[in-house]
């Protein structure tokens, strides 16, 4: 386990600010530079900002999402003195790249990558202006960051994982479904933070005699295949905030109700879509941290590599009683009883 990671967490207070601004985005290629805008009401400046995203899934959209949601109640929107350059790479890395090149010599005032491997192509790329990222796991196995207090240089941003709830999940699993001794884990070991996340699971399932037994994928089209060979020899199934597995989540969703599995997963967009658990946090909430920062930095002028890296805090089980009946799992006032907020926490 990365320990920089967990000494990270210890030290690192989460740096809020009120904030932010509004764009949309069109999602159908691989740049979207927006309207134009005239003077704001505090500036005549039109600020740029453009984004790098992997790949679309709800996770990572609503990440997006909250982020210019922070910008626009900041006062910062599009139409007005706010441009956004939004650039989807379509899980290409070619792609991701030629992105973060294309970002460099441009004249944004702020990058923002949105997962791990399009926050790393904006690390190495671009170095004349503020970077932010969001949706990495974790930043310092990633080579992104060196450290989360006051990172230096001219990156920061939100990790969004906090290894406490892998564990908690696990804890779970081994509580409450006492018939678990084996538990799949559909994985790309391509992808940092999945292979950060998976090291995580496992040390927590040895702790309770539980084997974790790894479906390895390449990309997103082989995930019904890996999910399928997982039947008969594993009695759950856990996915990571794996950026290829999260996106064809739906075909292990469809695996588990059939063969009666236990399904969890790391994000809550996936047990909102027919996963049993997790414990989580919004992403929403997610971007609009960094939302706020992108604020701190365009309208205070701070200095991203002064501001330190934060992690989720707000965790909370999430359960989805109806995946629970698909899957063959009677939801206990036990397991109830782990949601804090029940009601916006457990999905019927």
Not at 281 to 304: R, S, W
Not at 312 to 317: A, E, G, I, T, V
Request: glycine content about 8%.
């Amino acid at each position: 386990m990365n320990r920089k990671f967990w000494i990270g967490i210890a030290i690192a207070s989460v740096m809020l600010v009120s904030a932010a601004c509004g764009a949309s985005k069109d999602n159908t290629g691989i740049t979207n530079e927006g309207n134009t805008a005239g003077a704001g009401s505090e500036s005549e400046k039109t600020y740029t900002i453009s984004v790098s995203q992997i790949v679309e899934h709800p996770s990572l959209d609503a990440t997006y999402d909250g982020f210019i949601a922070a910008l626009k109640d900041a006062g910062f929107e599009e139409g007005k003195n706010l441009k956004i350059d939004f650039n989807n790479a379509q899980n290409d890395m070619t792609n991701i790249k030629t992105i973060s090149q294309k970002i460099a010599s441009g004249n944004s005032d702020l990058a923002l990558g949105i997962a791990t491997p399009s926050a790393l192509s904006l690390a190495e790329d671009v170095t004349e202006i503020p970077v932010l990222f969001a949706a990495v796991t974790d930043p310092i196995d990633a080579g992104i960051v060196k450290q989360l207090q006051a990172p230096g240089g001219n990156i920061t941003g939100a990790a969004d994982t906090n290894p406490d709830a892998i564990k908690q999940t696990m804890d779970f699993i081994a509580k409450e479904l006492p018939n678990v001794k084996k538990v799949g884990l559909v994985i790309n070991e391509g992808e940092s933070n999945a292979v950060v996340m998976a090291k995580y699971a496992e040390e927590a399932l040895k702790s309770h005699n539980i084997e974790l037994v790894k479906a390895p994928i390449a990309n997103t089209s082989e995930v019904q295949q890996a999910a399928e060979s997982l039947v008969g020899r594993v009695d759950a199934i856990y996915i990571t905030l794996d950026n290829n597995v999260v996106t064809g989540a739906d075909a292990i969703i469809e695996i588990a109700n059939e063969n009666d599995i236990p399904f969890l997963s790391a994000d809550r967009d996936t047990v909102e879509k027919g996963a049993f658990a997790t414990v989580g946090f919004k992403y929403y909430d997610h971007g609009y941290e960094v939302g706020q920062m992108a604020v701190e930095i365009l309208k205070n002028g701070k200095n991203p590599g002064e501001m330190n890296v934060t992690v989720p805090q707000k965790l909370d089980f999430i359960l989805n009683l109806k995946a629970a009946a698909e899957q063959g799992i009677t939801v206990t006032d036990e397991m109830k009883s782990y949601v804090k907020d029940q009601e916006n926490n457990i999905i019927e």
